[in-house]
T-cell receptor, first 110, second 115 residues
Framework: QQPVQSPQAVILREGEDAVINCSSSKALYSVHWYRQKHGEAPVFLMILLKGGEQKGHEKISASFNEKKQQSSLYLTASQLSYSGTYFCGTASYNFNKFYFGSGTKLNVKP | GAVVSQHPSWVICKSGTSVKIECRSLDFQATTMFWYRQFPKQSLMLMATSNEGSKATYEQGVEKDKFLINHASLTLSTLTVTSAHPEDSSFYIC???????????FGPGTRLTVL
């Protein structure tokens, strides 16, 4: 039931772009994106509630393809602070369960 | 934003002892809370869904008698790891959905080390 993310890890130079994908074998009712720094709790980035929805904040954006049961997170002009592990998350239709994706470790170097 | 606290932040215990972890929603009521476990370099794995006033719902493979969950009030859920063993050493995190279930608020996590 855990969504699968790709790639598992990515190394970027500051200013480069990255795309992280999240795929589910089950229907997606919503997709959440989080970033986690080592030893800390995840930090909420954004949620996509509707198929076809796209959303962004500053240089991080995401899209949700409900039919393909996929979501993608786009990081543009990456900054050192973007380093961390990114997780997508999916909730059941009544939000009584929430599953995190397998994670993508992003390392942004100067 | 809503705040969720966890206590303790870390705990070291001897094998065979029990450890209780508290998760509190400080400025909102949480009828549902989630408990996760995260091993190093792995994702957060849902252990159970805690529901105020009723029994928790455990994920497949999670031992109900070993990981006791109590959600006695709208602001407090507790996870007790009974007869802890070294393989239970992990990072335990709780979370609670916000109003409208559009966001989850996470506690800071509890690092458990069983010697």
């Amino acid at each position: 039931q855990q969504p699968v993310q790709s790639p598992q890890a990515v190394i970027l130079r500051e200013g480069e772009d990255a795309v992280i994908n999240c795929s589910s074998s089950k229907a997606l009712y919503s997709v959440h994106w989080y970033r986690q720094k080592h030893g800390e709790a995840p930090v909420f980035l954004m949620i996509l509630l509707k198929g076809g929805e796209q959303k962004g904040h500053e240089k991080i954006s995401a899209s949700f393809n409900e039919k393909k049961q996929q979501s993608s997170l786009y990081l543009t002009a990456s900054q050192l602070s973007y380093s961390g592990t990114y997780f997508c998350g999916t909730a059941s239709y009544n939000f009584n369960k929430f599953y995190f994706g397998s994670g993508t470790k992003l390392n942004v170097k100067p | 934003g809503a705040v969720v606290s966890q206590h303790p932040s870390w705990v070291i215990c001897k094998s065979g002892t029990s450890v209780k972890i508290e998760c509190r929603s400080l400025d909102f009521q949480a009828t549902t809370m989630f408990w996760y476990r995260q091993f190093p370099k792995q994702s957060l794995m849902l252990m159970a869904t805690s529901n105020e006033g009723s029994k928790a719902t455990y994920e497949q493979g999670v031992e109900k008698d070993k990981f006791l969950i109590n959600h006695a009030s709208l602001t407090l859920s507790t996870l007790t790891v009974t007869s802890a063993h070294p393989e239970d050493s992990s990072f335990y995190i709780c979370s609670a959905p916000g109003q409208g279930y559009n966001e989850q608020f996470f506690g800071p996590g509890t690092r458990l080390t069983v010697l």
